[in-house]
């Protein structure tokens, strides 16, 4: 059995016996007696794709800092798959390149392939602690309609990365990139107020209400940056 043979499905031949009868030209195949038989037989496919998806992220990522995101690709099927795909949607995200087998290549049995895309880290990712992705590979299987992603073979895998902010932007709640008395203003206003328990830029000490502590440990940054 060739690889050809399970990406079509089946195998099919005819076997054909012939035979010459008394009085026949044996130098003339038109006039032997003959009898064929076809024969189809199915073969098992299993269309399959994996990615694993993973990232440089330290952790303790700050705004403007870059991170490379890997998406480690395999066909674990047993048919080829064609028209790779490697999608992110992740806004932001830079142009997902992969190697050795390119976005809209082939991949056999067995092949991987790994892709690649940067990314920036925002305020806003800051201030939410951590960043959501997810990739999501696709190919098409033999049979399938190129014009139809609905029947591609598919496989995603998400991702969180936690990001730690960095101290003085726990007290930017503007995100203007430094701490003023703007800032101070809209913290004090928050006094008394209950917060998601984890460093934020209401609540530098993340123990889940912004209190008078918080507003002089923002008092003490503004100060600690300025020249």
């Known amino acids: 059995v060739t690889q050809a043979d399970v990406n079509a499905g089946q195998i099919d031949n005819t076997g054909t016996a012939a035979g010459e009868a008394p009085g026949g030209d044996p130098n003339d ?5 003959t009898d064929d038989d076809p024969l189809s037989e199915p073969v098992n496919q299993g ?9 440089n992220a330290s952790g303790t990522n700050g705004v403007g800092d870059t991170i490379t995101y890997s998406y480690a690709v395999q066909n674990t099927g047993n048919v080829t798959l064609t028209d790779l795909s490697v999608t992110d949607p992740h806004s932001g995200l830079g142009a997902i390149t992969c190697a050795p087998i390119a976005q809209g290549g082939t991949l056999i049995p067995g092949a991987t392939t790994t892709c690649t895309a940067s990314y920036t880290v925002t305020q806003a990712d800051v201030n939410a602690g951590q960043i959501d992705n997810t990739g999501t590979a696709a190919g098409e299987a033999p049979g399938g309609d ?14 969180s990365e936690p990001v730690d902010p960095a101290p003085a932007m726990v007290c930017d709640v503007d995100g203007d990139g430094d701490i003023d008395r703007r800032d101070l203003s809209m913290i004090s206003r928050k006094r008394n107020q209950l917060v998601p328990p984890l460093p934020g830029v209401y609540d530098p000490n993340g123990d889940g209400i912004v209190t008078f502590s918080d507003v002089k440990h923002c008092i003490r940054l503004m100060g600690a940056q300025r020249p």
């Open 47 to 55: 269309p399959a794709i994996e990615i694993v998806k993973s990232s």
């Open 29 to 33: 195949p038109n006039d032997d007696i």
């Open 146 to 159: 190129p014009n139809d992603p609905n029947d591609d073979i598919t496989d995603d895998d998400p991702l």
